[in-house]
């Protein structure tokens, strides 16, 4: 199941580069209390189970980072660790895009179950979820230190 939503023109995806860094971590210090840090972002870079990439967007006659998602792939499952939208482009289907693209390539992979954790408070991120068809597993105490984790599993 997949929501439907108009979206952005323009957008193309690539795998995240050394390079994007400076953007993304802008993107991530807008998006989330607990930011990942710069070093998380290039061990993922180097992490072999680990895939990465990036939504660009022409912006202001040039072309900015709209986006990005970061997950693992091992044995036939995904673990979504991070997903996040330029804030100047939000509500424009970039986090619908990277998921599709995203779950198009894990189904080439052969992933047949993906999983993921979002903020109890993140409704809006909890519904984007379900209308791809992810149901909500369980909860896991404090993962973010200041709040609870809704586990979230999507089967293929």
Known sequence: MHPEKEILPGLKIRPMVAGDLEELIVIERASFPNPWSCGQFESELKNPVSVALVARAPYEGGETLAGYIIYWTVHGEAHILNIAVNP??????????????????????????????????????????????FREAFERRNYYGDEDAIVMTLVF
């Not at 939000?90 to 179950?113: D, S």
């Open 88 to 133: 100047l482009l939000r509500r424009k289907g970039v986090a619908t895009f990277l998921l599709r693209e995203a779950f198009a390539r894990m189904r080439r992979n052969l992933v047949f179950e993906v999983f993921l954790e979002v903020r109890k408070s993140n409704a809006a991120a909890r519904d984007l979820y379900r209308r791809f068809g």
